[in-house]
């Protein structure tokens, strides 16, 4: 059984930096695409970051382009996403996703991935 658990969250001020952490359990890692969406009150889940299946791509949303750094740790079976220079429109709650099967121009879709976390709430103040 596949489980995802993030950690990391918290309140921090505009230009803060924070490390959020998923594990996963259950699941070949190494074979899975992983990302990293946020949702927002009363918005729709956004794509933030993340690794193609093989591991070999990464991606991130154009709002957080030079600020975030995905990583993974295929022996440890972690996905990391370093946050830097954070602003108060990155507050939201992060959800770690998995996915054996998507493909590469869908990575970005929150409907390609089947395995989700809990999510981390993350709260930037002005």
């Known amino acids: 059984q596949v489980h995802l658990e993030e950690s990391g969250g918290g309140l921090v001020q505009t230009g803060d930096s924070l490390r959020l952490s998923c594990a996963a359990s259950?699941?070949?890692?190494?074979?899975?695409?992983m990302a990293w969406f946020r949702q927002a009150p009363g918005k729709e889940r956004e794509f933030v970051s993340g690794f193609s299946r093989t591991g070999g791509y990464t991606y991130y949303a154009d709002s957080v382009k030079g600020r975030f750094t995905i990583s993974r740790d295929n022996v440890k079976k972690m996905v990391y996403l370093q946050m830097n220079s954070l602003l108060p429109g990155d507050t939201a709650v992060y959800y770690c996703?998995?996915?054996?099967?998507?493909?590469?121009?869908?990575?970005?879709?929150?409907?390609?991935?089947?395995?989700w976390g809990q999510g981390t709430q993350v709260t930037v103040s002005s």
């Open positions: 996703a998995a996915s054996s099967t998507v493909i590469q121009s869908a990575l970005r879709s929150h409907e390609s991935y089947g395995y």
């Open positions: 259950g699941l070949t890692f190494s074979r899975y695409a």
